[in-house]
């Protein structure tokens, strides 16, 4: 099914928002409760406005299991809305359900988002202010999910000639359903690594070496995200000090991501990963594999076999 225009801006609840960055506020969609509505404070013309439509128009250039993936990892743009001066807005997938959680600050009971920042900052929760906040209690198996779960969605993006950009912690949310797995807000400024450039939109304390194209940054920018999720200090950066254990991931080989982080290269980011998929406990692959199986899709069950004896594959 293609992606058309949904006409004008439905009527929405201001007192119903649940997001507000530089260039959007996001609102719950009043006619579907799976749904939001982000709203541009300036309307979309021009380069920008195509990289909406191209995203709406996902099903025209996705193979199906890469469709499936980028719609429900990604806060993905499903229609847009439009007005004289161009595109005022897009409908998008709501957050699932099982990437909130609650906690008590000060006096105040919070149910937000689990964006990565929680996980990658264990001094944040040690603030006087927080200290009455239980921290989520996520395990390094759990962390290890995430970790593969990024790293798919970032290389699923680039096999379209696609990039993120503005990768962070802010914009990454970790989800704790059936499986851990990661949903990205945001999704409406992917677009061509030129036209990201042309952005240049970078979150403070991201920023990353050597000048490379916004694919390559694209990498970079996960190898510091991964290293934050298995050390929690938000400020540090990959090294090449394989002598020095990360606290959630003692066994994996920390001068991998010190690679991915100074070259950006897709190759070094995919060893990670199998890496990082070797690191599995023998029952958490096996659940792995029977998901892929059942997705009925080729790429996810060689993603999880790539690497693996016959045996271990079928164990």
């Not at 004008?8 to 649940?18: A, E, K, N």
């Not at 609650?102 to 009971?109: K, L």
């Not at 999910?145 to 699923?156: K, M, N, P, S, Y």
């Not at 890496?275 to 999880?304: C, I, N, T, W």
Request: aromatic share 10%; net charge neutral.
């Amino acid at each position: 099914m293609v992606a058309s225009s949904l006409g004008p801006l439905p009527p929405y609840d201001r007192s119903q928002r649940i997001g507000r960055g530089g260039f959007a506020s996001v609102y719950l969609d009043p006619s579907d409760a799976q749904r939001c509505i982000k709203v541009f404070k300036k309307p979309k013309q021009g380069r920008q406005a195509d990289q909406v439509l191209r995203l709406t128009s996902v099903d025209q250039w996705a193979r199906p299991s890469d469709r499936e993936f980028l719609t429900t990892r990604f806060a993905w743009p499903l229609g847009w809305y439009t007005s004289g001066s161009g595109i005022t807005g897009t409908s998008m997938r709501k957050a699932p359900e099982s990437c909130y959680f609650e906690y008590r600050i000060a006096t105040q009971n919070k149910h937000e988002l689990m964006q990565m920042k929680f996980l990658t900052d264990a001094e944040w929760w040690q603030r006087r202010a927080v200290r009455s906040a239980t921290k989520p209690d996520v395990t390094p198996a759990q962390r290890l999910e995430l970790a593969i779960e990024c790293v798919t969605a970032i290389e699923t993006l680039h096999r379209y000639g696609l990039a993120f950009g503005d990768i962070s912690s802010n914009n990454i949310c970790a989800s704790f359903g059936e499986a851990p797995s990661v949903f990205f807000l945001d999704a409406d400024s992917i677009g061509l690594p030129l036209e990201i450039a042309d952005a240049n939109i970078e979150s403070p304390g991201w920023e990353v070496p050597n000048d490379l194209d916004a694919t390559r940054q694209d990498r970079q920018r996960m190898a510091i995200l991964i290293w934050r999720l298995f050390t929690e200090t938000p400020s540090s950066h990959p090294t090449s000090d394989g002598t020095s254990p990360l606290l959630h991931a003692p066994a994996f080989d920390s001068r991998v991501l010190f690679k991915v982080f100074q070259t950006g290269d897709s190759e070094a980011l995919d060893e990670a990963a199998q890496m990082l998929r070797r690191l599995r406990e023998p029952d958490v692959q096996h659940e792995a594999l029977q998901r892929a199986l059942a997705s009925g899709f080729a790429r996810p069950v060689y993603k999880e076999t790539v690497g693996r004896t016959s045996a271990e594959a079928l164990d």
